[in-house]
């Protein structure tokens, strides 16, 4: 007869080999086949419990197989919430229970959980962020260019014609005045520029019945009605009028270049203020004045400033010093206006005056430029995170501040080009985006989460939840028990949580060290000695594939660094499924579970202490206190047996037992595996000695298990 550790290592010897050799036997085979190919058809936990092969095999996969039976018992168990602490299966003290419901995705009436589902995670929003920001950069630059040419080309324009044709500056003349020159025709223009004012029935004065900015292009030009210049073609208050009037239509009148423009032409214009009224009525030295003292131009009433700057300050009763707000009383005290309205000593401000006003222009508008980004970073995260479709989207406050951030104009855009994009898949080759070869439109595309139908999509994640929690908690128990090593693990978990769900590709989770480290660490491969094209491989590996690289069974160790981790063979990360009863993660860990169930009950037909040794050196690794020993029978047969306990410790207290066990046994060492592999070999020469002439051996009930009539769980076999 065959000693039981020597027919144990015909198992354990080389356990991936031996799996191999059982998922190759039809029966098991077959039921892995029919699983796999079925599971993802079930829609309720009904149909899982009423289909006898998918659901046998499921709890065979969890050492459940003896519950079989227990339907009504299984459904309570499926559709527990898990995140209720009081909730049914986490009040059952076998956590066999808890682990089968963890790898379905049930929801508590019996449907399949809807995941969430988002138009973009948080990496794409921060980076539409940070392209809207750098765009507003990008638009001041430009269009401080377009003023500097402007500026110094529109003096040698001497006639209507010369004016149109040039594009450059009749585009910026055009848009300043918030018309569009791509559709509104060249003679429309012209006709406009040369409009008699004072003829109601020109271009101007009747095209300004359905829009004012006619009237306003034509007022701020000196054409005559041939298309000669009366003098200069504007005035240098007009030209400056045009580029301040330029920098609001294209957006970028809040961005540091408008600042500095702003600022050089008040340090230049301020000299030829002769009255309170000549500074309200220039806008660029008003919005600039206005500014400096924290207040918006926008909402100001002219009438409330004239009597604010002129004020007499040393008089308590004036308008100024009876302002509850600081800011009118500041802004009169840069200025020397007399109560009249004149100004003091022929300038509206000492050089002094000046260089204060400029400098707290430049902090308040810096201020404002920060608070303006800020409230439009705000409204985009309020609007994405209510948008669950493109309709939903176009039809959001939302739209303009995406299209900014790409660099598309929403007046030359169309909303069915904009569906076309963002209903395109950035992976396909053919997708309109694609096609379009519009770098632009292509970057919109990928950072947007909807399906062809213009549905928001469940995530695409590096981990899922359950995954990402595994790692941590593998990782938290490999730590010292040490207050600084506690703490430590702790800060790289809440890092490694913090970061992970930024990851949407393999090779950014490869560029952080510390990302790398975590998961090596948790994963027992920190001494692999694992290159990153090694690991790149490794997550990139199908699971589902038999032939992949980490289904070899040369590559087993690494099996549960890849199954941690949501990525594809390209090494993007896919996106969370929907509708579906099981991820692809439990998908795996159920065929895992259930090749090992039946290695360990064909163990188990041959000697039944061969299936409780490779019970044990399976459960050994998550052992870490002697209560996990006593709260399971048969690792309670096992640690008797192998420490040389009698039976009769169960009726003492548990503490006691307890003790009895760390006594004998220090548990730190069932982390080695040679020292595992010494206790294993002790146990199966003391389990031969004692069960030598034992006909029926009571390790069998103990590993099948058994329940009493009323359904309630008596004793844990082996999961």
Do not use: C
């Not at 809207?132 to 001041?140: A, H, P, R």
């Not at 969370?576 to 993660?585: D, H, I």
């Amino acid at each position: 007869m065959i000693s039981t550790y020597l027919l144990y290592r015909t198992y354990a010897a080389d356990i991936p080999k031996t799996l191999s050799r059982i998922s190759a036997q039809s029966d098991v085979s077959n039921a892995a086949k029919y699983y796999q190919a079925n599971i993802d058809k079930v829609t309720t936990v009904d149909e899982f419990l009423n289909n006898s092969r998918l659901f046998s095999y499921a709890m065979t996969a969890y050492g459940l197989s003896d519950m079989t039976y227990a339907k009504a018992f299984m459904k309570k168990v499926l559709t527990s919430d898990l995140t209720d602490s009081k909730s049914f299966v986490n009040k059952l003290t076998d956590t066999r229970f808890l682990e089968f419901a963890k790898a379905f995705q049930f929801s508590t009436d019996g449907t399949l959980a809807t995941p969430p589902t988002l138009a973009q995670n948080s990496k794409e929003e921060s980076d539409t962020i940070g392209l809207y920001t750098q765009q507003q950069v990008n638009k001041g630059t430009a269009a401080s260019t377009e003023a500097t040419y402007y500026q110094a080309a529109i003096g040698n324009i001497t006639s209507v014609d010369q004016l149109m044709a040039n594009p450059r500056l009749l585009n910026f003349a055009v848009t300043a005045y918030g018309l569009n020159a791509n559709i509104t025709s060249a003679a429309t223009i012209r006709a406009v520029l040369t409009s008699d004012l004072s003829d109601p029935n020109s271009a101007a004065n009747t095209l300004a019945s359905s829009n004012p900015n006619y009237k306003l292009l034509a007022s701020a030009f000196n054409f005559a009605t041939d298309g000669s210049v009366n003098g200069t073609a504007q005035s240098s208050d007009n030209i400056i009028s045009t580029v301040y009037q330029y920098f609001n239509a294209t957006g970028s009148s809040a961005t540091s270049s408008a600042a500095t423009f702003k600022t050089q032409y008040y340090n230049s214009a301020i000299s030829s203020v002769t009255s309170v009224d000549d500074l309200l009525a220039n806008s660029t030295l008003f919005d600039v004045a206005v500014t400096s003292v924290g207040l918006n131009p926008n909402t100001q009433s002219k009438t409330l400033l004239r009597q604010i700057l002129t004020s007499d300050l040393s008089d308590p009763n004036s308008v100024a010093n009876q302002q509850t707000n600081a800011a009118y009383k500041k802004l009169a005290a840069m200025f020397s206006f007399n109560t009249d309205g004149s100004v003091k000593d022929g300038a509206a401000q000492t050089s002094a005056q000046v260089t204060s006003l400029l400098a707290s222009y430049a902090k308040n508008y810096n201020a404002a430029q920060t608070a303006s980004n800020n409230t439009a970073t705000a409204a985009y995260k309020d609007a994405i995170a209510g948008i669950s479709s493109v309709q939903d989207l176009l039809n959001s406050s939302a739209y303009n501040f995406i299209l900014s951030a790409y660099g598309l104009d929403p007046l030359k855009m169309t909303k069915y080009t904009v569906t076309k994009i963002l209903q395109s898949d950035p992976s396909d080759p053919n997708s309109f985006a694609n096609q379009s070869h519009n770098p632009a439109y292509i970057a919109m595309a990928s950072a947007f989460n909807f399906d062809s139908n213009g549905k928001a999509k469940t995530a695409a994640v590096a981990q899922t939840d359950s995954n990402l929690t595994a790692t941590v908690k593998l990782y938290m128990t490999q730590s010292d028990t040490s207050t600084a090593a506690l703490d430590q693990a702790e800060a790289d978990s809440n890092y490694y949580a913090t970061t992970i769900a930024t990851i949407n590709n393999v090779d950014d989770l490869l560029k952080d060290t510390k990302l790398v480290n975590f998961m090596l660490s948790a994963y027992g491969l920190k001494d692999a000695k694992l290159s990153t094209s090694d690991l790149r491989t490794i997550l990139t590996s199908d699971p589902l594939d038999p032939k992949s690289y980490i289904n070899k069974t040369e590559n087993s160790q690494y099996r549960p660094l890849a199954l941690a981790f949501n990525f594809g063979t390209d090494g993007k990360s896919l996106t969370v499924p929907a509708g579906e009863a099981q991820y692809r993660s439990q998908l795996v860990a159920t065929a895992d579970g259930y090749l090992q169930q039946t290695m360990e009950a064909q163990a188990g037909d041959q000697s039944d202490g061969v299936r409780l040794a490779l019970y044990f050196q399976r459960k050994a690794s998550g052992i870490t206190s002697p209560y996990q020993i006593l709260a399971d029978k048969a690792l309670v047969q096992f640690a008797q047996t192998a420490l040389g306990l009698s039976s009769l410790m169960s009726a003492a207290d548990i503490d006691t037992q307890a003790k009895m066990i760390t006594k004998r046994l220090n548990l730190a060492d069932l982390q080695d595996p040679a020292k595992l592999n010494k206790l294993i070999a002790k146990f199966a020469a003391l389990y031969d000695a004692q069960n030598a002439n034992t006909s029926q051996s009571p390790i069998l009930q103990l590993l099948q298990g058994n329940s009493s009539s009323n359904g309630i769980i008596t004793i844990n076999p082996i999961t």
